[in-house]
């Protein structure tokens, strides 16, 4: 499977608490437990060209990851709407944390993928609430996070086809913290944690539930529509 | 409840057989029996300025009817965003036949919306498969219609939050045809039939399902979601 | 509108708390403010014969509201039976907290039912997470609930049709706490709170949503549908 | 994976036409093709002790596959039940075809399972409408079957957790036809075809899509929820 882990790498510059926590990149980190999951895996980045999403690249990217938080603006239209393009033709998609309001994700639901936040170094914990789904495989019955930023309800996202966790904060708000969508032949997975300025994406149920996700949403050979004028079974003049 | 009534109408003005079946255009039958069903109802065409659909127009309409077909490429991408937006702010949506492919479906949508299509004179039976759903109401357990053009799968919208009518066509396909979607505060209900050269919405049936989705999809006083940065319950730093 | 309050008044009468909170039981109190809210209201409780849900009882209720705890092994399977048919062909049912282990809701779900407690005095928040909804209308984005019992996930219950509220409780545990299910011809909403030691359904946010709930799970002159043996549309072996 | 092969085993002793169709039992016929898809498969039938379902033989199947019909009565409801609560615990579930009126499917599911029927030699189209699911893989948009039973709608079953398939008959009716449903946590897929006395089993796309719908069912290593009364994050009286 080829992955592409997507991450705008502006925070990692600019912002030396974040460099400090994922020196290589929020990126780098994601790549690099993917691809001792046993993954072909790239990157890419908002300040190269194209943002590093060339027709090449996107062509053969079985699985696009996607984190962007200030600068969801600097993202091109016509790329944001190729990637659309891609996911609904099969690219598996997950989206991370703040990419709630990447283009991306905001051309696919068609909501304003808006929500309530708060940074406040405040405990998080995610529930486990469809143990059926293999996207849950490997954690227990929740994941607790010291530390995180709180995103809470009303989350502006269409209804999800699954629901799979619901988060807890410790100031008093819930949020559907990961949620799949089927679009087109696409599939996309939502999963909420992930600030920058915190380890989350060094803990091992976090990424175990990414893997997961990865996989999860990865093309399979299924049928492809044909649309368009159709003859019909036999002659309706009859 | 004040009603608009959204049509391209250029089909009622270059083909002689549609003007026949549509003397007052279909937005003139449609809005015809709402009316008579006691609502308020204005109508809105594409040549109009703006389309009709001024602020003004928009801030007080509480369900939008959309009917379009040959000419999606005219509507102003501003003015589709605009009834995007009023939507997400809870304005219903009714959407009709082959405004599947309006802009502002797809918008809201967030995929092709394409399906396979046929001009046959072909018979379609319409089967009630959520018998709970008040959009039902007044009906049989099927609709059956003489003559209708056949939309097929597979119909590349998003798994539906309600799925109400399964269309069977006498050429060997079948279509999601009555289905509800949930956006922000917004709800949205797509009804298939209604080709422009059969007197499809001159049907008893099909105006019941019409005025049952207009009243389903009606904004009600539902709770305005805050979004932003929140304070905690009480003090986290404690 | 014919509701009948199903009550199986039992702490009411052997607990002085549950008496001092709940004077004309839980049941009192619910049929008194769906009267006052212009319906025709009728109440049953377990030690009435046949639990109160005689055949002609049953075949005259459109709303039927539910509330167990300690006794639901005392429920006669034959009555629970009865109340799921009728249920099935368009009888509606609102479940009120304890109730998820009621035998008519087991039956009717198919699964266990089962979730985590604890009772703590504890602070409930009840955050809306579908404000399309009819059964939000008229209340904020969350309801507060000072004290009250903790249930908690993985409840288990088949996928809800639509998921309304999301609760949050300050020990650390979240909750589906307001869902629909549709089955037969039959809507179902469950509403999660209501513990007999606390005030909650004289709380006015409650006493709304309750009110909203039976209006939205009432049964409406949707199609019956027919089965068995079925003549095809025309002769198949031309 | 330890599948097991669940048949009623009737009408292949009693009807010669069926027995020539299926020379080794319909169970028979779906274990050959699992067990050359590499799967250790047994089998079991009503007529054996405990119909074959003791207490070993089910706490170590994966999955189970169920075929039934005439002698649904004939199932002893201890054992239904108990294989009611294998699949909560985890264990896949295929039913397939009039195994919608089991009493396994039906307590399950919690409705009737009842639908429309009809023998005639009738043509079937199951067309795919989700191509995102694995249980599509390797079929093109829609199955062909030249002669099949019609099962039409209304089918009283819940909503499905996920619609892949919709069937289309010639004489007029269509069936979701093939729908995944979530229980505790085991997952179950509802097949449509095979009826007895077609070689429905025999066609490659109908083996391809159990296969599929085998690997899709089968548990995994989610989290086993905990339940009852549970203590708090932190003391809730400070």
Redesign the interface.
């Known amino acids: 499977m080829k992955i592409t882990v997507w991450n705008e790498n502006r925070h990692e510059k600019s912002n030396q608490k974040v460099a400090g926590v994922y020196p290589e990149g929020i990126h780098g980190t994601l790549a690099k437990f993917l691809r001792e999951a046993g993954h072909d895996v790239g990157t890419a980045t908002l300040d190269e060209p194209e943002h590093g999403l060339t027709d090449d690249v996107l062509a053969e990217t079985d699985v696009l990851l996607w984190w962007g938080h200030q600068a969801h603006d600097e993202e091109r239209d016509d790329i944001a709407e190729k990637v659309?393009e891609r996911v609904?033709e099969?690219m598996g998609l997950v989206v991370l944390h703040s990419a709630h309001f990447s283009k991306v994700f905001k051309?696919?639901?068609?909501?304003?993928c808006?929500?309530?936040?708060?940074e406040?170094?405040?405990?998080e914990?995610l529930?486990?609430?469809?143990?059926?789904?293999?996207i849950?495989?490997?954690?227990?019955?929740y994941i607790e996070l010291e530390k995180e930023e709180?995103y809470?309800?009303?989350?502006?996202i269409?209804?999800p086809?699954?629901?799979i966790f619901?988060?807890?904060?410790?100031?008093?708000?819930?949020l559907?913290s990961g949620a799949t969508?089927?679009?087109?032949?696409?599939?996309i997975f939502y999963f909420r944690p992930g600030h920058e300025t915190y380890p989350t994406y060094h803990h091992k149920d976090i990424q175990q539930i990414i893997k997961n996700g990865v996989k999860w949403v990865a093309n399979?050979?299924?049928?492809?529509?044909?649309?368009?004028?159709?003859?019909?079974?036999?002659d309706?003049?009859k």
Chains 1, 2, 3, 4 share one sequence.
């Not at 529930?127 to 293999?134: A, E, S």
């Not at 619901?166 to 819930?174: L, P, R, Y």
């Not at 969508?181 to 599939?187: E, I």
């Open positions: 659309k609904l099969g051309k696919l639901m068609g909501t304003t808006d929500l309530k936040w708060r406040a170094d405040e405990k914990r529930w486990v609430v469809d143990p059926t789904h293999p849950t495989e490997g954690v227990g019955e709180m809470g309800e009303h989350f502006d269409p209804t086809d699954e629901l619901i988060s807890w904060f410790a100031g008093g708000e819930v559907r969508f089927k679009r087109g032949r696409g599939k399979t050979s299924t049928p492809k529509p044909v649309r368009g004028n159709t003859k019909p079974l036999e309706l003049s």
